[in-house]
C-alpha cells in the first residue's frame, strides 16, 4: 500500500507542467529513495511509515498548486518534517530522504 500511494505521487510529479524539469527530476530520484527507505519501516512502524507518505503526498500535493495556499503547504511540510522525528537515529538516511524532500518543495516557493 504504501509503495501503491508512493507510485501515485510519482506518477502525478511526473504528468506535473507546474514544476520545472530539472525539480520534477528531483523529486522522481527522492521519491525513489523514499520508497526504498520507508518499506522496510512500514514492516515495523505501519502507521509511521502510512504518515510519511501521507504528508508526502499532502506536501506534493500543494507545491503543484496553481493557486498556492501558503498555510496548507506550511501544515503539509510541518506534517511531514513531525512523521519523521523519532526515527533520527534508527532510520537516518529515511529522514535525510524526508529533508531533502521538504527542502526542495521549500524551494519551490511552498
Request: charged share 25%; hydrophobic share 45%; proline share 4%.
Given at each position: ?16 507542467t ?5 525539480t ?10 523514499l ?11 505501519g502507521?509511521?511509515?502510512q ?23 506550511d ?16 532510520h537516518?538516511r ?9 527542502l ?6 511552498i
Open positions: 500500500m504504501i509503495n501503491e500511494r508512493i507510485e501515485r505521487i510519482e506518477a502525478a510529479v511526473n504528468d506535473s507546474s514544476i520545472p524539469e530539472s520534477r527530476r528531483e523529486l522522481a530520484a527522492l521519491l525513489a529513495d520508497k526504498a527507505e520507508v518499506a522496510p519501516l512500514n514492516e515495523t512502524h502507521a509511521d511509515a504518515s510519511i507518505a501521507g504528508f508526502t503526498d499532502a506536501s506534493v500535493h500543494e507545491a503543484m498548486r496553481t493557486e498556492k495556499k501558503p498555510e496548507l503547504a501544515a503539509a511540510l510541518k506534517g511531514l518534517a513531525s512523521s519523521a522525528r523519532g526515527f533520527e537515529v534508527s537516518p529515511l529522514v535525510a530522504v524526508i529533508d531533502r524532500i521538504a526542495t518543495l521549500s524551494n519551490m516557493g
